[in-house]
């Protein structure tokens, strides 16, 4: 019997769609993406197009926290990663909608 992804989690995601960015290059570029659904150990981004994002990278959460993450698997709109750690609260980014 196949197992089905949702089994394969060891906790439950939950959907979301909060705003998101992909820092890569010791956060001097940034990929704008928006997080999918989310638990404590991962998440579902969605981002315009994954090519050029690494394996690995900290991920903004928009009036959250930095998050380092690593790339579980990647479709052409998507990339399921794994949460590493939490770094710091989010740092501000102007041109942000408050």
Do not use: Y
């Not at 926290?65 to 990663?81: D, E, M, N, Y």
């Amino acid at each position: 019997m196949q197992r089905t992804t949702q089994e394969l989690r060891k906790v439950a995601r939950h959907r979301t769609l909060k705003r998101a960015h992909i820092a890569v290059e010791d956060h001097e570029a940034v990929i704008d993406c928006v997080i999918w659904d989310l638990s404590e150990l991962g998440a579902c981004l969605n981002v315009e197009n994954p090519s050029g994002i690494p394996d690995s990278f900290d991920l903004e959460i928009v009036h959250a926290s930095v998050r380092k993450c690593r790339v579980a698997w990647r479709t052409a709109t998507q990339i399921g990663v794994e949460f590493a750690q939490v770094i710091v609260p989010a740092p501000p980014r102007s041109g942000f909608i408050r």
